[in-house]
């Protein structure tokens, strides 16, 4: 069983969608918690930590379960731009990081 | 500020021969990571710096992945006796302290070997 685990999707949604994606970790010692958006052929860029209390920024909502060990991420009124692949990621308070193989998300007009 | 940078952007090798890759991380980055990513394949970490401590060498795949950091600073990660199935895109990342911070990628090295 890997360390990180997302639904690979793809995930094609229409413009406006809202959609969801999930993560669990294994490491009960994980302390920090992030995603990542990755477009084709481009290196991962960072889109949002992950607090406990859950964090919002724009249309992206972030949630935390430490009990249940899953991170989750919520994009409301997808737009053609959020196309790329999402990338879950949980750190150590040692600094190792992990990351989950990605989840795929294709916004169709 | 700059980013992280990485060098050469593109490296074609023959299988058999040794390759050196570089990566300049974020100035005053405590941490460097280096990572593997095959053609639509997730990212596999092979190597994490720390400060001055050990590094973290749990993701090498063999004895012929190296990596070495010199001054807290520019990394190396130097893959000897190239196979083809070491193709792929190998991204580094720096974070600053503490450690468990958000990561900072370079544009990453495309390495083929043939």
């Known amino acids: 069983r890997k360390e990180v685990e997302q639904d690979p999707g793809p995930f094609n949604v229409p413009e406006g969608a809202t959609v969801a994606f999930n993560c669990t970790y294994s490491n009960s010692a994980s302390q920090s918690f992030f995603w990542y958006r990755q477009d084709c052929r481009k290196e991962p860029k960072l889109l949002m930590s992950v607090y406990s209390s859950g964090n919002e920024d724009g249309r992206f909502t972030a949630q935390l379960n430490r009990a249940s060990q899953y991170i989750s991420l919520l994009i409301r009124d997808s737009k053609l731009s959020d196309s790329a692949t999402y990338l879950c990621v949980v750190n150590t308070n040692a600094g190792k990081s992990t990351f989950g193989d990605g989840t795929t998300l294709t916004v169709k007009p | 500020g700059a980013g992280v940078s990485q060098s050469p952007s593109n490296k074609v090798t023959e299988k058999g021969k040794d390759v050196e890759l570089r990566c300049d991380p974020i100035s005053g980055h405590t941490a460097l990571y280096w990572y593997r990513q095959s053609l639509g394949q997730g990212l596999e970490f092979l190597i994490y710096f720390q400060g001055n401590s050990a590094p973290d060498k749990s993701g090498l795949p063999s004895d012929r992945f190296s990596a070495e950091r010199t001054g807290g600073s520019v990394s190396t990660l130097t893959i000897q006796r190239t196979q083809q199935e070491d193709s792929a895109v190998y991204l580094c990342?720096?974070?600053?302290?503490?450690?468990?911070?958000?990561?900072?990628f370079g544009p990453g090295t495309r390495l083929l070997v043939l």
């Open positions: 990342a720096s974070s600053p302290p503490p450690p468990g911070q958000t990561q900072y």
